[in-house]
């Protein structure tokens, strides 16, 4: 189906354009104009009602927001929420009498997109820092350039992607979560201006 096509469908089937979209796979987050080869191949009906997989022309990918998503949306390696916080942006307008079936179902599968994150982002967290605090030991410098406190940068890449860091050989590996997330938030680390390195904070280990 074309996007003209599908733009005209939703219109007959709702002229007002005020109703909300049910999608399987979630909740439409935004659309992506793409080369029909890219990411793989498409599939729509032709004329005759046969199914064609393509790869030639453009697509357009409409990216859905499913539970998982929308809950692991909410982590990251250093800010884990509470279950009693990531449940309160759940919210049910049913209608019904009775709709608490409804209602666990829904949250259960967010519960547990949330066990699973908090899983795997404490387990981020974990050999972060143990990479972070072996690699001190080994002889890393951590240098973090002094523009992360320009409060007009938005957003500001320096927090993570413009800092210099040495291996014990005093070769650069590259600035990136893997690399300094954990010198950076762990508490481990502290910040020292010494002039070591010119523009740049250097991170030690306290």
């Known amino acids: 189906m074309k996007t003209k096509e599908f733009i ?14 049910r999608m399987e796979g979630g909740i439409p987050r935004f659309a992506e104009l793409k080369p029909g080869y890219w990411d793989g191949p498409y599939s729509y009906l032709d004329e005759e009602g046969n199914w064609v997989y393509s790869s030639e022309g453009n697509k357009v990918d409409i990216h859905c927001l499913d539970r998982y998503d929308y809950v692991s949306d909410m ?37 547990e ?15 972060g820092e143990e990479r972070a605090l072996d690699r001190a030991e080994k002889g890393w410098t951590w ?3 002094k523009l992360v406190d320009d409060t007009t940068l938005r ?52």
Request: charged share 30%; aromatic share 14%; glycine share 6%.
């Open 8 to 21: 005209k469908m939703l219109q007959e089937a709702d002229p007002s354009g005020e109703a909300h979209i």
């Open 143 to 145: 240098f973090q350039n």
């Open 113 to 127: 997109a949330f066990e699973h994150c908090t899983e795997m982002n404490q387990r981020f967290r974990r050999e």
């Open 75 to 111: 982590f990251s390696t250093y800010r884990i929420p509470t279950w009693e916080e990531v449940r309160s942006h759940f919210k049910f307008s049913l209608g019904y009498s009775d709709n608490s079936e409804r209602e666990e179902s829904s949250l259960s599968e967010a519960k």
């Open 155 to 206: 957003p500001n890449i320096h927090h993570y992607y413009t800092w210099t860091v040495l291996d014990e050989n005093g070769k650069d590996q590259g600035s990136n979560l893997h690399n300094v997330e954990a010198v950076y938030k762990s508490g481990l680390f502290e910040r020292h201006d010494n002039g070591v390195k010119e523009g740049y904070y250097q991170w030690i280990k306290k």
